[in-house]
């Protein structure tokens, strides 16, 4: 029997290949196709190096435009030329990951030398009055970037932009920038007007890329890894072509990329082609589907659960009646409060939204209306994430919805 890494030794295609290049953390030293986009920012920010003041900045474009990406890149820049001149340092914040004030604040003032800021427990007029030392003791032009903005401001109001402005009044050797970066374009209107007038901002908007915008992407991707003549033309077009019909997004194009090279790779084939990009579009709408019940609040898995053991059982589809007293079955087995009817009937409707389920509308004739159910997953593999989360691994020896009734 040959050994099982055989084909990975005899296959010419490269061995050590950097897929870092392909990350979305990677910056390029050149960003295709969004020059108009990087002159606009860069001839405001660049008033800093004359010692002027730039205007704050609100970036709008759908995901995979490359907004974050580029200011990451105009970031870098601009740091390297004021290196000899002036401060400057670009601060980045993703506001889905710092979701309140004291998190924004505290690491607004850690990026700083000073006074270390703890990750909880103080007051915010302490937490305001240390971030304002530190900046004023490291004495510059700070480029605040907001990404993701819109979603700190829908879940927490905009309070903490106020506050960000009213810090940049009161510093007497610093100064700030915003920089925030959306894809909603209406974001401008759920501010308030004290916030709009003293944001007083620039607005860009990031276009979606063309199919042949993404192709030429791609292709300084695969030259800056140096495997060009191991990618087809063929699976680059047709990568760029479907990342152009979902919105022109780049990002997810980079990551069918690098998907496509690692399937090629593995197979012990020699050169990236169609095939392998097909394979890869597979792999990640799979994934993308496993990802999303694995972030399922705990009681829409327990939902989730209980459908899955009622096609278990033998049948395509059930009315919302069975799928309640699935799910109670599912919740009582796993230790968790029981929602009503009505409310599970909500959550069937966010699990058909998210294309989980398909939940349609029957007429019974005189008996009225119901809802009839139906997964649209691998409930096997639905089961194992579902499995992974702690609140049900009692269940895990628990297969039919028989058994989980007697438990």
């Excluded at 007029?125 to 030392?133: E, G, H, Q, V």
């Excluded at 993404?214 to 003549?229: Q, S, T």
Aim: charged share 25%.
């Amino acid at each position: 029997m040959d050994n099982i890494f055989k084909k990975y030794l005899e296959g010419t295609f490269p061995k050590n290949i950097d897929y870092g290049v392909f990350e979305p953390s990677f910056i390029p030293h050149k960003m295709p196709h969004r020059e108009k986009e990087i002159g606009v920012i860069a001839e405001n920010l660049g008033r800093i190096l004359l010692g002027g003041r730039p205007k704050n900045i609100l970036v709008f474009g759908k995901s995979g435009t490359g907004k974050t990406a580029t200011m990451k890149y105009i970031g870098r820049e601009l740091e390297e030329a004021s290196r000899e001149r002036v401060n400057v340092k670009t601060v980045f914040i993703n506001c889905q990951v710092k979701d309140n004030s004291y998190s924004i604040f505290e690491t607004l003032g850690n990026a700083f030398n000073g006074e270390r800021i703890p990750f909880t427990g103080w007051s915010f007029d302490r937490l305001y009055a240390t971030t304002r030392k530190n900046l004023d003791q490291w004495g510059g032009n700070v480029i605040l970037v907001l990404d993701e903005i819109d979603r700190f401001v829908k879940k927490n109001g905009d309070d903490f932009l106020y506050q960000i402005l009213l810090l940049d009044s009161e510093l007497e050797k610093s100064r700030i920038t915003i920089v925030g970066i959306t894809n909603d374009l209406k974001f401008s209107e759920y501010l308030d007007s004290r916030v709009k007038s003293r944001l007083n901002e620039e607005k860009i908007v990031f276009p979606p890329y063309s199919s042949d915008q993404i192709y030429d992407i791609l292709m300084d991707r695969v030259n800056i890894a140096g495997i060009g003549g191991f990618v087809s033309e063929g699976a680059l077009r047709l990568i760029s072509s479907l990342a152009s019909q979902e919105n022109g997004d780049a990002r997810k194009a980079i990551e069918m990329l690098r998907t496509s090279i690692q399937i090629a790779f593995s197979s012990g084939d020699n050169r990236v082609e169609e095939a392998h990009v097909f394979s890869a579009k597979t792999r990640m709408e799979y994934d993308a589907v496993m990802e999303t019940i694995r972030t399922l609040p705990v009681q829409a898995k327990a939902l989730l659960l209980g459908i899955i053991l009622l096609r278990e059982s033998g049948n395509v589809q059930y009315t919302t009646g069975e799928v309640f007293e699935a799910y109670r079955n599912v919740a009582n087995g796993a230790n968790l409060p029981v929602l009503t009817p009505r409310r599970i009937s909500d959550m069937l409707s966010d699990l058909d939204s998210l294309g989980l389920i398909t939940a349609h509308v029957t007429s019974l004739g005189r008996y009225g209306r119901t809802k009839m159910i139906e997964i649209n997953v691998s409930f096997n593999d639905a089961k194992k994430v579902i499995f992974e989360d702690e609140n049900f691994s009692r269940l895990k020896n628990t297969p039919t919805m028989k058994q989980l009734r007697l438990t």
